[in-house]
């Protein structure tokens, strides 16, 4: 690539947010192009990889996937077993920016990011000179309903939204107690392969856990209990769609991962 020419770049994480900033690209033609990449950790949702498909049919144009050059338990096996954690997010690093600062390499790139106008929040910005972050949404005051008539009029919402509210890994630490029960309910292989991620010690209870102190088996031992706090914090029982739970309710309040669910 010329040192001259400026790449644009748009990642793609299987959220809603970036999903749409996709498709607003391509409709908007300002950047004809642009460049659509996926950080695959190889351990998202098969819901997230079926979107990833139907996003890249209607861009009519190949989303790069990027990562995955060594799978999650080997950088779990180089981290001596420890698992990833809000304090120790070794994952983000290794399996999602690495692998984008890699796909960047020298050139001047642009890389749009799909924080919304109604957010205050940052997403990753790296901090290589070579490398310029643009906000279209954010010039364009696009908001949370935007971005949802964008997806309803095009590729539809993620399914996995249905029972939970982000995108990311499925065994990804930042996900509410409600929605490792929707793990198990809807995957539960995948819920079984967490499980067997922790490595607690049955007679002093330490080691590592995906829920700092408590264990996946334990989680589902107070399934009633967290259901029933979920639908509190959901104000009750209501006749909303989940779809309009989605609109309604904020964001995830992790602000601390949105490389990985924008
Ligand atoms: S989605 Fe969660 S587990 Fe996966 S890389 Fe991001 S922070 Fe780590």
Redesign the pocket.
Known sequence: MSKDKMRHVCGISGGKDSAALAIYLKEKGAIPDVEYFFSD?G?ELPETYDFIDRLEAYLGKKITRIGGEAPFKHHLFMMGNML?SPKQ?W??VK??IEPFEKFVGTDNVTSYIAIRADEHREGYISTKSNITPAFPFIHDDIVRKDVFQILEDTVGIPEYYKWRSRS??Y????QRHEEWIGLFDNHPDLFQKAVEMEKIDPDTGEGFSWIQGMSLKQLLERREEIIELASKRRKGEDNRSWQEILLEEGDSDDSG?L???L
């Open positions: 950790t351990c990833p997010r994952c983000t399996m999602k990311g890994c065994f990804c630490f930042f991962c490389i990985c669910s």
